[in-house]
Nanobody, 124 residues
Framework: HVQLVESGGGSVQAGGSLRLSCAAS????????MGWFRQVPGKEREGVAA????????YITDSVKGRFTISRDNNKNTVYLQMNDLKPEDSAMYYC??????????????????WGQGTQVTVS
């Protein structure tokens, strides 16, 4: 079993930056893929970025390419989402997710089996 705790959300003005962190605990060796998703009320959860925990490989959704970067520190069992040049449309609840598998489509939320509680990002 894996527990995920997100941090780093908050309120920022357009053009600003935030870095989200996702600390994983529990049976972390079993995680194959970790991802960041976001959701606003009334809309489906959207895949933002994903990374394979072993061997590298990252995926970024088109709407944030060039602005967001995902990275990991396996020694700390932590995944980061660096968000630069934030826009009001980036406002959402951001969730960290983990899968025990190396997911072929890592931006698809339905393939993850562990989720954090979320951290709110508000851009004005």
């Amino acid at each position: 079993h894996v527990q995920l705790v997100e941090s780093g959300g908050g309120s920022v003005q357009a053009g600003g930056s935030l870095r989200l962190s996702c600390a994983a605990s529990g049976t972390t060796y079993s995680t194959g893929t970790m991802g960041w998703f976001r959701q606003v009320p009334g809309k489906e959860r959207e895949g933002v970025a994903a990374i394979y925990t072993l061997g590298g490989g990252t995926y970024i959704t088109d709407s944030v390419k060039g602005r967001f970067t995902i990275s990991r520190d396996n020694n700390k069992n932590t995944v980061y989402l660096q968000m630069n040049d934030l826009k009001p449309e980036d406002s959402a609840m951001y969730y960290c997710a983990a899968s025990t598998y190396r997911i072929v489509r890592p931006l698809a939320p339905g393939l993850y089996n562990y989720w954090g509680q979320g951290t709110q990002v508000t851009v004005s």
